[in-house]
Each structure stands twice: as C-alpha cells, then as structure tokens.
C-alpha cells in the first residue's frame, strides 16, 4: 500500500469519469467501479436506437479511457450496499473494500410509476442493451409488415408510439418518422413505409416544456412537419401487447417506446440517507451527504436545489460539473483548503427533432431548425469520448445527411427473440 487516501468511484458515467479525470495523477489512490466496461455518450443513445450510429461509435471502454492514468484502478463490478461508518463498500460477489473518500455516481433508470409491468411492452433508453433492442423492435416492425403485405397481398398500419414529449422522446419520435417517410423509403416494395403512424404522447400541454413556450411551439411545429402526430394533455394509462391506453381510447400500435420518468440508481437508498419521490440523495451544497462529509453523490443520483430555486438538472453537463468539483474539493481538503459549495454553470440546452431540425438555448438567446441543428451536432462531436469515434460519428451523420441511409440497420437476436417480437406484434391483433 501506497498510504495514500483512497478514493472508490462508484459508476463510469459522465459524473464518475469526470471525476476520475481530475484525480488522475494526483497524490490519491482511485479505483473506480462499474458494472460494464464501458463509458457510454448518453445523449446520442437515440441515434443507435433508430440505426444511424452502431453502438461502438459512442461507447469507449473505462479501461481504456484511463490507461494512461496511473494512479487509477478500473474494475468490472457492481456495489450493493455501504457502511459508511465503517468506510467500506460491499460488491455483488461479497468484497468488502475500503474508502477513505467515496464518489456515488451510478446514474438513473426510466421509471414507470409504479407499473414496472409495462417495460416488457415499452422500452426506456437509458443504455446500449436498451438501444440495440429498441433498433431490433424498430425494424422488425417494418419487416414483419412487408411480410405479412406479400403473404396477404394488403399493407395493414403500421403504428409508432412515444411516451413522453422530453428530449429523449421528441428526438425518438423524429429519427423514426424520418426513417419511415426517407431512410427506408425505397427499401421495401410490398409497403409503403411513408404512411407509417408516429404518435407522440406528452401529459402536459407542451413537448420539451424546460425550453419555454416560444421554442416548445417550434418544436412540436418541426415535428409535424416530418409527420409526427404530437397529442399534448394526453397521458397513456394502461400498456398491453400491441395497444396503449390514453383516457378511454386504446391506440393500437406495433412498437411503444417509454421516454418519460426518471428514478435514481437504488444504491441511493442503500446509503442509508434521506431521498426524494425519485429515490435521488438530498446532499449538502458541497454535494456530500450531511453525517458523513466523506461520502459524495453526484450526478442523477444526487437532489441538490440550486439558488434560484429551481433543482439542479439531471443532464449530462451537470453531472460533469459535479465530477469535477467533487474531486476538487478532495484535493483541496487533503492540502487543508475549505471546499467549494457546487454552482450549476448553464452552458444552453438544445435537442434535435430531425434532419436539419432542432432548438436551442444559449447565452440567452434562442435558435431554431438548421442553426439549432448545427450547434447540437458541433457540440455531441466534441465532447464525444475519443478521436476514432468522432472520426466515425462524423461520417455516419456526413453519409446519412447526404443519402438518408441509416448505416446500422441490424437486426439482432435469435430465433426464439424474432418469434416473441412477433407474437408480441400480433398481440394487438
């Protein structure tokens, strides 16, 4: 042993790498733990889900990402429970290992409000395996359907629904009305994949309400204009095979995908602390928790208000920000400096809706359509975690902009998976 303070990083996600990042090579041992090896650029999950980018081209490997970190340690396993008097932290396996500091940063899931039931039926996003199945989902759809229109000699409806009209939901709304009406186009020929319904479903009376009223209005404009029916004050309260319930009306539909509700890693719980209606950890300002100031939680796991009054958002920026500041805060508390209190620096938001379409906000000002959609692909290439997948993600999107191909149209399982989509699809039959 070195007899250096060691610091455990729970989760290799923007908040954890973050974190990881400023400690490396500093007087501190770091180890950092996952349940995958691999750290995965969240906002373009998306794009692997509707066939553009194929799922290497926005996962990096931890290992990697450190290699040349020499005081950081990566392992490939999952924490489930903490002492944190004690100072230790419990793994799946029954490894107990020691901390001096500790770094919580295992993220989010979707959550279904009490009807975990429906994710069989309706899909989140939140990683690659999520993506990759949602992709399958996707394209089964339309090949199931040109099946059945050569066999039959009649094209049925094909039905896309999207619940929830936030950023993930508008921005999976949007690739696949564009897949239907253009991508896929020219593919098939016993259908016609531009009459494909695409349904978006949002409680409230605007889609991306964070963004205010006048870009909200652009957005939910841009989207009817590539052929997606948005249905605002519409909540979905029942989800079976095939259909979706909003109010009294079932809507049938070959896929469901869920873009609404958010609930923190349960290892929020297992710290043994106060939590919000979201299973998120209400820290100090410093992002520590209140008895114990050795323990950090950051990222979506972490309820911090801000000044204003307004909840730090779950985004990826913030939890960058709380990576860097935690890790900080150590290294000035070992050289004997105060720590810093966390202040959230709002560098915009923006969301794309489809090709050349988007919005954005930013230094106080408001774009829309081609503008907004140049500002949001500068920005996902840019922060995109290594050079070979910026050169990649680059020409996927130079390629699919000037032939409207989708470069990852796979479709992937075996033969007992091909036969549940199926059976699944004809549920609503």
């Not at 490396?24 to 889900?49: C, G, I, S, W």
């Not at 929830?164 to 009406?181: H, K, M, N, S």
């Not at 860097?324 to 923006?350: S, V």
């Amino acid at each position: 042993m070195s007899g250096k303070p060691k610091v455990i990083i729970i989760g290799g996600g923007f908040g954890g790498l973050w974190a990881a990042k400023t400690l490396a090579n500093q007087p501190v041992e770091v180890t950092l733990f996952d349940r995958k090896n691999h750290h995965v650029f969240q906002p373009l999950l998306y794009q692997v889900a509707t066939a553009v980018l194929s799922p290497g081209e926005i996962a990096q490997p931890i290992r990697r990402i450190l290699a040349k970190v020499k005081n950081t340690e990566v392992i490939l396993g999952e924490a489930v429970s903490f002492d944190n008097d004690a100072k230790t932290v419990t793994l799946n396996d029954g490894s107990t290992i020691g901390y001096d500091y500790l770094i919580v940063a295992a993220g989010a899931r979707h959550a279904y409000f009490g009807h975990d039931d429906w994710e069989t039926s309706a899909p989140g996003l939140k990683t690659l395996e999520d993506a990759v199945e949602i992709r399958r989902r996707v394209l089964l759809a339309f090949e199931l359907a040109e099946r059945d229109a050569y066999l039959t000699g009649k094209q049925r409806q094909l039905n896309f629904v999207v619940v929830g009209g936030g950023p993930t939901g508008v921005e999976l709304a949007g690739a696949i009305a564009d897949i239907a009406r253009q991508a896929l186009a020219g593919d098939f020929k016993a259908i016609d994949t531009r009459k494909t319904n695409v349904i978006l479903f949002e409680g409230s009376d605007r889609v991306l309400g964070s963004f205010g009223p006048e870009l909200a209005d652009s957005a939910k404009r841009q989207l009817e204009q590539i052929g997606v029916d948005v249905r605002l004050n519409s909540f979905v309260n029942e989800i079976d095979p095939g259909r979706v319930k909003v109010g009294d009306e079932w809507v049938e539909c070959d896929v469901v995908l869920w873009a609404t509700g958010v609930a923190a890693s349960p290892l929020g719980k297992a710290l043994g602390v106060e939590t919000d209606n979201a299973g998120r950890v209400l820290v100090e300002p410093d992002l520590s928790l209140k008895y114990h100031p050795n323990v950090f939680v950051i990222g979506d796991m972490a309820s911090l208000t801000q000044e204003n009054g307004e909840p730090v958002p779950g985004v990826s920026p913030a939890a960058m920000q709380m990576g860097t500041l935690t890790a900080n805060n150590i290294l000035a508390e070992l050289k004997g400096k105060p720590r810093e209190k966390f202040t959230y620096w709002d560098k915009g938001t923006m969301a794309t809706i489809g090709r050349s379409k988007a919005i954005a906000k930013a230094a106080g000002m408001q774009f829309k359509g081609f503008i907004a959609w140049l500002m949001w692909l500068f920005l996902h290439v840019f922060f995109l975690i290594g050079f070979r997948n910026r050169l990649s993600v680059m020409f996927s999107w130079f390629w699919a902009y000037l032939t409207r191909e989708r470069s990852a149209r796979l479709i992937t399982g075996d033969a007992d998976e091909m036969k549940d989509a199926v059976d699944f699809i004809r549920g609503r039959e």
